[in-house]
């Protein structure tokens, strides 16, 4: 789980730095991209942080949204293959799938509390 949180960490900088080279590179023939590039990025990588907090807390409320963003992520990492930036396919795509597999691991899905059924991950009674 640690080994998720921080794969999170590692992308969610990486769109808090995307959208600051994206509003450096700001261009009057494309502001409107360039602010809502922005925007979305720096939402998102403040969103991965706040999930990656949780999953080190080992909040249960963390495992949902960073499965989904990992999930999201496979998709849009194939989206680079070819040419100059297959290595964001490989880099993306391989980080979100060790995220995944670090989330879905039987000692994860009980230590976030997702394990256990209606009774909690303590079992029946």
């Known amino acids: 789980m640690f080994l998720a949180a921080a794969v999170l960490v590692v992308v ?3 769109a808090l730095g995307f959208a600051v080279v994206e509003l450096v590179h700001l261009r009057a023939n494309r502001w409107v991209v360039a602010v809502g590039t922005t925007v ?10 706040a999930v990656a907090n949780g999953l080190r807390r ?3 409320w963390s495992r949902g949204p960073a499965v989904a963003t990992q ?6 990492a194939w989206g680079f ?12 795509g391989g ?7 670090c989330l879905l691991l039987p000692t994860s899905t009980v230590a976030l509390g997702a ?4 009774n909690g991950p303590e079992g029946q009674h």
């Open 95 to 101: 980080l979100s799938l060790l995220a995944l597999v």
């Open 115 to 118: 394990g256990g059924g209606l």
């Open 12 to 14: 969610g900088v990486g």
């Open 81 to 92: 293959l070819g040419g100059p930036t297959t290595w964001v396919t490989v880099v993306l």
């Open 71 to 76: 999930l999201i992520q496979v998709p849009v």
């Open 58 to 60: 080992a909040a249960r």
């Open 40 to 49: 979305l990025m720096a939402g998102y990588g403040v969103f991965l942080l």
